[in-house]
């Protein structure tokens, strides 16, 4: 199939993702007659900035990156999203525009509803209809813990936080070594904390010299997560240390 265009399934084992354990075989077949898959390959676009919010969707493996352009042109990487994530919940009361654009950072397979056909399903279906709720409450304290971190943390700090987060949706634990499984540069990072390469470089660098971290042509080994927890977790604000 081409990769961008939805196909209609039969069937897909939505019960394998923990969002989805508690719902019944009823609803679980109810939700995916009425969804298509989406495949994307590594750096294709789900979906652009501007385009007509009109689905809901629900990663099945691989991950994607919430990216926002500005008026100058500079990247704003807001959020990633890895398998089992749920996103596109403006769909459900419109089709307006998407103020960011959804990007694959991996090979990806989306499931993706119709805002008009989940509002029917929630209907019926109640588990539905809270676990909307449930995700809106996460977007919301989401995005405020992102503005708490760009404007009161230091870039130590939410570098560490980065890494860590990428770790746990992407990956692979060998021993006491975690490998980042996906194509991850320093320019990514930047977007992501709200940097710049340069500064992204001169952490990253002082880091791997502690042996806390191994990076490759766009990849990043985690060699020893303590250091990197210990800096998430130091309390600060307003660029202070307590």
């Not at 209609?8 to 939700?31: C, G, M, Q, T, V």
């Not at 588990?127 to 405020?144: F, K, P, Q, Y």
């Not at 992204?200 to 806390?212: M, P, T």
């Not at 490759?216 to 303590?226: P, V």
Request: charged residues 20%; aromatic residues 8%; glycine residues 8%.
């Amino acid at each position: 199939m081409n990769r961008l265009t939805p196909s209609r399934i039969p069937s897909y084992p939505l019960a394998d993702l923990p969002r989805f354990k508690d719902f019944n075989s009823e609803a679980l077949d109810a939700i995916e007659r009425r969804a298509s898959l989406y495949s994307l390959t590594t750096g294709d676009y789900l979906f652009r900035q501007g385009d007509a919010a009109h689905s809901i969707y629900i990663i099945l493996d691989g991950g994607v990156r919430l990216v926002e352009h500005t008026l100058d042109g500079q990247a704003v990487h807001l959020k990633l999203y890895a398998r089992g994530d749920i996103f596109g919940m403006l769909a459900l009361s419109g089709e307006f525009p998407h103020p960011a654009g959804i990007q694959a950072v991996a090979n990806s397979h989306i499931l993706g509803i119709r805002g008009s056909h989940l509002r029917e399903l929630i209907q019926t279906i109640p588990a539905l209809g809270l676990l909307v709720i449930d995700l809106l409450i996460e977007h919301v304290h989401t995005s405020h813990s992102r503005i708490r971190q760009i404007a009161a943390e230091r870039v130590e700090q939410r570098l560490a936080r980065a890494l860590l987060h990428y770790a746990q949706k992407f990956g692979t634990r060998v021993d006491d070594v975690i490998s980042i499984d996906i194509r991850l540069s320093q320019r990514d990072l930047a977007e992501f904390i709200g940097t710049t390469p340069e500064t992204i470089n001169r952490v990253l660098k002082a880091w791997e010299q502690k042996g806390i971290i191994h990076c490759g042509r766009q990849h990043i080994d985690i060699l020893d997560e303590r250091p990197l927890n210990q800096f998430a977790q130091s309390s600060t604000y307003m660029g202070q240390t307590f």
